[in-house]
């Protein structure tokens, strides 16, 4: 069955440092994609990134970077330089396939706050 | 272009009692879905629909209704409202090639049964 495992209940960092988000996931789909959503303390959920399961280049974007690695059944998402703002819940997700295609039904993991003090 | 609404944000009942939560979007998209969010679990899938007329169970349908007549609206029934039915709802949207487009999240409903 498919699973989404984010090991880090909550990390505390202090502004500026660097730090990376654990995402491990199982499937036996040989199709599939990852998603990482940020849902800050007013409570949306904010898309952040999807990857599918055939493109393992890394991903850069400003100061956020995902590392997939099929290997290992990861996608860590790393956040350079912390800010406070960067404070808030983080999901990876995987979707579920049916019928030969992917889908839109997500399997979340349990979350990961991340607290950046100033 | 509102995106995908919610309401209402909160709402508190007593066990036993029936309501629905209402989920719109205007951005005509096939697909539908509601969450329920609880501590320490993440996001699970309740119902889910391509399309209007027709829906399909996610993870954790018990006690839960929903049905699709438009293509815009998706509303979630309660039955019969349990406590363990409290927590944080979600609706979402996307179009059909949802693994190129956005997967949009309405901005939740907070329900309490007592």
């Known amino acids: 069955a498919q699973k989404v495992t984010q090991a880090q209940t909550e990390i505390s960092v202090v502004e500026k440092e660097d730090v990376t988000l654990d995402c491990v996931y199982e499937?036996?789909?040989?199709?599939?994609?990852l998603f990482w959503y940020k849902q800050p303390p007013s409570g949306e959920l904010v898309f952040l990134i999807r990857?599918?399961?055939?493109?393992?280049q890394n991903e850069i974007s400003g100061r956020y970077s995902w590392n997939f690695q099929k290997s290992t059944s990861s996608f860590n998402f790393t956040i350079t330089a912390s800010q406070v703002v960067d404070s808030a819940v983080y999901f990876c997700?995987?979707?579920?396939?049916?019928?030969?295609?992917?889908?839109?039904?997500?399997?979340f993991g349990t979350g990961t706050l991340l607290a950046v003090q100033p | 272009n509102a995106g995908v609404t919610q309401t209402p944000k909160f709402q508190v009942l007593k066990t036993g009692q029936s309501m629905t939560l209402q989920c719109a979007q205007d951005?005509?998209?096939?697909?539908m879905s509601w969450y329920r969010q609880d501590p320490g679990m993440g996001l699970r899938l309740i119902h889910y629909?391509?399309?209007?007329?027709?829906?399909d169970q996610g993870e954790v349908p018990n006690g839960y209704n929903v049905s699709r007549s438009t293509t815009e609206d998706f509303p979630l029934r309660l039955l019969s409202a349990a406590p363990s039915q409290t927590s944080v709802y979600f609706c979402?949207?996307?179009?059909?090639?949802?693994?190129?487009?956005?997967?949009?999240f309405g901005p939740g409903t907070r329900l309490t049964v007592l």
């Open positions: 629909s391509v399309g209007a007329g027709i829906t």
């Open positions: 499937t036996r789909d040989t199709t599939y994609y």
């Open positions: 997700a995987l979707s579920e396939e049916v019928g030969g295609g992917a889908t839109n039904k997500l399997i």
């Open positions: 979402a949207s996307s179009t059909e090639d949802f693994l190129t487009d956005t997967q949009y």
């Open positions: 951005m005509n998209h096939e697909y």
């Open positions: 990857r599918n399961s055939f493109d393992e």
